[in-house]
């Protein structure tokens, strides 16, 4: 009977708040979602295009509002309340995720600017200007939590959680710049040593956000994610060996080679980024192995 009275007090709590959206925070929302929808629609506005980096910036400016409202919608029926009883830590869930909004805005702001903005490209220099607004306003609620009201995180919000959106993030930036590997076997299985991580830092990072669900797992998590680590070294060992030989050995850097769009630049930024993969899953496998910087030791 405790247990039940505890879920029907909780369940109490869950009332239709809207002063919610008149607080700081609920501020802060309620400008991601606007500028974010005004930036999406500018983009698109400006018309369809094929080039990966901006359609990464198209789901940036429509995944990022999007989640921002799920959250205010929770937020704004108490419905935190629920989920903080049952399933997860909100607290270090909504933290989480304004750092990977501000990592990918941000980061779309620059890659925008760096191709579609010129001297004598207003539209593109418009969209620049709300696209770094939509990371500053995200950055904001980082900042908020994190040194204002002092949060501290548990997992996503925390180093750990956030170092595994930051291997997420970089294998983004690796896929939407691949080109020019089709011909070459050696430069398919860097694709695939690529590919098989990824999949995987997702249900890592949702089943570690999830306490339940990771209780009733029937194998020891931070042993897999251990066994994770290593293969990734591994795989991004022989892809950062592999790519710059088979991409590079022919392919020298051109006399020509616009900042806007130059396709070795492009392959350039895979072996860029493959390195800062390797220097990620590397230590976060060290800090996993010595169980330092509140990484659980295996």
């Not at 009977?1 to 879920?7: A, K, L, P, T």
């Not at 959206?21 to 929302?29: I, V, Y």
């Not at 997420?168 to 398919?188: H, K, Q």
Request: aromatic letters at 16%; glycine letters at 6%; charged letters at 10%.
């Amino acid at each position: 009977m405790g247990v039940i009275g505890d879920i029907k007090d909780t369940l109490s709590k869950a009332v239709f708040s809207p002063s919610t959206l008149m607080s700081g925070r609920g501020g802060l929302h309620m400008a991601q979602i606007i500028l974010c929808l005004v930036t999406f629609l500018l983009g698109a506005f400006r018309g369809g295009s094929s080039h990966t980096y901006w359609i990464y910036a198209m789901f940036t400016w429509a995944f990022c509002p999007i989640m921002t409202l799920i959250i205010t919608i929770i937020e704004l029926f108490k419905l935190d309340i629920v989920l903080n009883m049952f399933c997860m830590d909100w607290s270090d869930f909504t933290t989480g995720m304004a750092m990977s909004s501000t990592l990918m805005t941000v980061s779309v702001a620059i890659t925008y600017a760096n191709f579609y903005a010129c001297l004598g490209c207003l539209y593109g220099w418009i969209v620049t200007i709300f696209a770094f607004l939509c990371g500053l306003v995200y950055a904001l609620e980082v900042v908020k939590d994190k040194i204002l009201d002092k949060k501290k995180g548990s997992y996503l919000a925390a180093l750990p959680g956030f170092w595994k959106v930051l291997e997420a993030f970089v294998s983004c930036m690796i896929f939407i710049s691949l080109t020019g590997y089709r011909d070459s076997l050696a430069l398919i299985l860097c694709v695939i040593a690529y590919i098989i991580p990824f999949p995987i830092l997702p249900l890592i990072i949702a089943t570690n956000i999830l306490k339940k669900l990771k209780k009733c797992l029937p194998f020891n998590l931070d042993r897999f994610v251990f066994i994770f680590l290593v293969i990734s070294v591994i795989l991004y060992i022989f892809a950062a060996i592999m790519w710059p030989i088979f991409m590079f050995r022919h392919n020298p850097y051109p006399n020509y080679c616009p900042p806007s769009f130059c396709i070795w630049a492009i392959q350039f930024m895979v072996a860029f980024f493959t390195y800062v993969n390797l220097i990620l899953f590397t230590l976060d496998l060290i800090f996993t192995l010595l169980g330092i910087c509140d990484f659980k030791r295996t």
